[in-house]
């Protein structure tokens, strides 16, 4: 089965924020700061992983909570940019 | 300045022992070691001689031979207190500080702490009553720790002392790592060593007849917040606080041997050698040190200082590698796991002190905790501004302007700097309102905490510990007032004047001395209206008012820059050192079992490919590789001394 834009972000903050741990419970509309997934050095991390995985550029007036601040989110906007529904 | 150690109860050949305990900590006091071993007690002392060069031998006993003292540090005011003392016809066998610690609590008893103005902790046998009297200074620059075996009560200024002792061996206290990965330090009595405890700052402890009694006899106090703030005159007040931070400085440039200065290019350092350049007839040594990297390095602020001053000026350069190969040693002083690397250049920096054959060296330390200049204290007021306009997108924008040195906060946009800082949901009421945002990023990385040690710790939540230690009072004081309680009761004893303070400098055997803790200075800070602290953004405002005349106009009006040091990156640069292999290796993580093998080979790697890793990954890093040594060093070495005996 192919791997949907919602299993790439979650394998991403799985391995890169949350160091491979699987069996921290990441629901879809988690809020990453508020549960301390990611600082402010991350934000640029996952900025740079949209871009270099999903071929956009993201501007600054992209990089605000309301796009990246849930699996949910980042799938949902990956999707605005790309034409594809998140699933 | 020196080491001590000893007991209360019986052991078993006391000599060896005493013997034992000494040498284990004689690098706080390589000039001369002495003992003292009555019936049910005994005193071991290593000594660095500073006061009273020739007759300061210790222990030392009182001329009826019945009171009996180990003491480690100074009393600054020991003058002012022999002078009084002989005119009630008190008389004084030596020139020492020490004597006139028996003389007073030979008339007062431990009442006689009030009246020390001093870094100090001692033990003091009381023979007539049979009770040994323990005591350490009001903020905690000189360490105490004790523990119990079988009925006798030991203590020691290290506690590497302690381990000495058969029977008594190194434990990991989980709760103490987990405040560590929290609130940076172990929350006093609690140490990183199970059963093994730290007398707390500006306590007396009293062990009698098998009984042991803790109190305190000095407490860091501030006004009620609604107190109305009298007018003060802006002029008068930093003109006090000047007379009380020059007396600070006359006292502690008191030593028969010469006194330095630490100089870091920063207001506080630069304030101390300034008033110390002028009580030094023969010129100051002053000391500092550099880093390659720009983000660090302050040179340009320290030579414009030394020149300003005419100092003899020695500088240490801390370069790549450097942190990476004293690190072990690091952490064998500060007998605990550490977050950041901090420590390490200023354990460099002591060895320079000593090679240029000084003892004392004089710091700035401390001012930020008194006059609030962290930066801690500016980000609660503006999370406090924010929280009143949640909507607003321009408050925000002031979160950039407190942190310029972090890249990673400067590219983000007004959303995620509010969201990061909390600054919409905050709890004003929260008594750890300033200090939440910084301990719930530090608390992130217990994510590599291995399962079993998260099952230890399970339903414990160290910052609600810390809550539980604040005084009736504290919800009644100022917001900024509460805010430099929980740095300079907590951090400052369990960081600053510890891993980063006594540990460093006296693992080369240098004293440091913190003109801006002396406590008249704390208590004068305490009672000013907090806007005299911290007015608007400015930190430290009252206090570079009382500089002005002092210091050049750049120094005095630079923005406070953190003393931080190369965190993850210096030990991931070219040419890994075998031990830090060896410590994050799969096999010690497992065999140690208290973090999660898989995820910190993932750290490393990231902390190795990424240079930039933000203060979660860094901190991590750090206090992974620290707790690790920390068990090599105190653990595994300790199992195998047992199996050799």
Redesign the interface.
């Known amino acids: 089965m192919a791997e949907t834009t919602k299993d790439k972000v979650r394998s991403f903050i799985i391995e890169n924020f949350l160091f491979g741990d699987t069996s921290y419970d990441l629901a879809e509309n988690a809020s990453l700061i508020e549960n301390d997934i990611i600082d402010s050095t991350a934000v640029l991390e996952l900025v740079a992983f949209i871009e270099d995985s999903f071929d956009i550029t993201m501007s600054d007036s992209d990089i605000v909570p309301a796009n990246l601040d849930s699996v949910a989110r980042i799938s949902a906007f990956i999707g605005s940019r790309t034409g594809t529904v998140a699933a | 300045m020196c080491g001590f150690a000893g007991y209360v109860g019986q052991v078993h050949d006391a000599d060896t022992l005493l013997k034992q305990m000494t040498d284990a900590i004689a690098h706080r006091g390589p000039d001369a070691q002495g003992k003292f071993v009555a019936s049910g007690a005994g005193l071991g002392h290593a000594r660095l001689s500073i006061v009273g060069l020739d007759d300061g031998q210790q222990p030392m006993s009182d001329e009826t031979g019945q009171l009996t003292i180990a003491f480690n540090g100074e009393i600054f005011n020991y003058v002012e207190l022999r002078e009084e003392l002989r005119s009630r016809g008190r008389r004084f066998r030596t020139s020492s500080d020490t004597e006139v610690i028996l003389h007073l609590y030979d008339q007062m008893g431990e009442e006689c702490l009030s009246l020390l103005n001093g870094d100090f902790a001692f033990a003091l046998w009381d023979q007539r009553r049979r009770r040994m009297v323990l005591a350490r200074d009001r903020m905690g620059v000189r360490p105490l720790f004790h523990t119990s075996k079988d009925g006798t009560f030991y203590f020691a200024s290290e506690i590497k002392a302690l381990l000495k002792i058969p029977g008594i061996s190194a434990k990991i206290d989980p709760l103490a790592l987990d405040q560590i990965f929290t609130l940076w330090a172990p929350i006093a009595p609690r140490t990183a060593f199970s059963d093994i405890h730290e007398l707390e700052p500006a306590s007396v402890m009293i062990v009698e007849q098998g009984r042991v009694t803790v109190k305190p006899y000095w407490q860091l106090a501030f006004p009620h917040r609604d107190t109305p703030s009298k007018i003060v005159n802006e002029v008068e007040v930093a003109e006090e606080l000047r007379a009380l931070l020059t007396d600070a400085v006359r006292l502690r440039m008191r030593a028969d041997v010469p006194v330095g200065s630490y100089l870091s290019g920063g207001l506080d350092s630069s304030l101390v050698s300034a008033l110390a350049a002028g009580m030094a007839p023969q010129g100051l040594k002053t000391f500092s040190v550099t880093f390659d990297s720009a983000e660090h390095d302050e040179s340009a602020y320290q030579h414009e200082m030394a020149s300003a001053l005419g100092t003899q000026h020695r500088a240490i350069a801390c370069r790549e590698g450097d942190i990476a190969r004293v690190f072990p040693q690091v952490i064998r002083s500060t007998e605990r796991p550490i977050i950041r690397t901090a420590p390490a250049p200023l354990y460099q920096l002591s060895g320079l002190v000593r090679d240029a054959g000084l003892k004392v060296v004089l710091t700035g330390e401390g001012a930020d905790e008194v006059f609030a200049g962290y930066d801690v204290f500016k980000e609660a007021r503006v999370r406090r501004f924010c929280a009143r306009q949640p909507t607003s997108r321009i408050r925000p924008h002031l979160f950039r302007k407190l942190y310029p040195y972090?890249p990673?906060?400067r590219?983000?946009?007004v959303?995620?700097l509010a969201?990061?800082f909390g600054a919409g949901d905050a709890l004003p009421n929260d008594p750890l309102f300033s200090h939440r945002p910084r301990f719930?990023?530090t608390?992130?990385t217990k994510?590599?905490f291995s399962?079993e040690l998260r099952e230890t710790l399970k339903g414990y939540d160290a910052a609600d510990d810390l809550v539980s230690r604040l005084p009736d009072a504290f919800s009644r004081w100022h917001p900024l007032n509460q805010a430099q309680y929980l740095e300079s009761r907590f951090l400052l004893p369990g960081y600053i004047l510890s891993s980063q303070g006594d540990r460093m400098a006296m693992a080369h055997g240098i004293e440091g001395r913190f003109p801006f803790l002396d406590h008249r200075l704390v208590e004068f800070a305490a009672r000013l209206p907090p806007e005299m602290k911290l007015k608007g953004l400015v930190e430290k405002y009252i206090l570079r008012k009382a500089a002005t005349d002092l210091l050049p106009r750049s120094i005095r009006e630079r923005t406070k820059q953190p003393y931080r040091a190369p965190d993850s990156q210096a030990f991931t640069g070219k040419g890994d050192l075998d031990y830090v292999q060896q410590c994050l290796s799969a096999e010690s993580i497992a065999a140690d079992g208290l973090f999660?093998a898989?995820?910190?080979a993932?750290?490393q790697q990231?902390c190795r490919t990424?240079p930039?890793?933000?203060?979660?990954?860094n901190a991590a890093f750090v206090g992974i590789l620290s707790t690790q040594l920390w068990h090599k060093n105190f653990i595994q070495q300790g199992n195998r001394t047992e199996q050799a005996a």
């Open positions: 972090l990673g906060l590219q983000q946009s959303e995620y969201a990061f719930k990023t608390a992130a994510i590599f399962g999660n898989k995820a910190v993932k750290l990231k990424q930039a890793s933000g203060f979660r990954d």
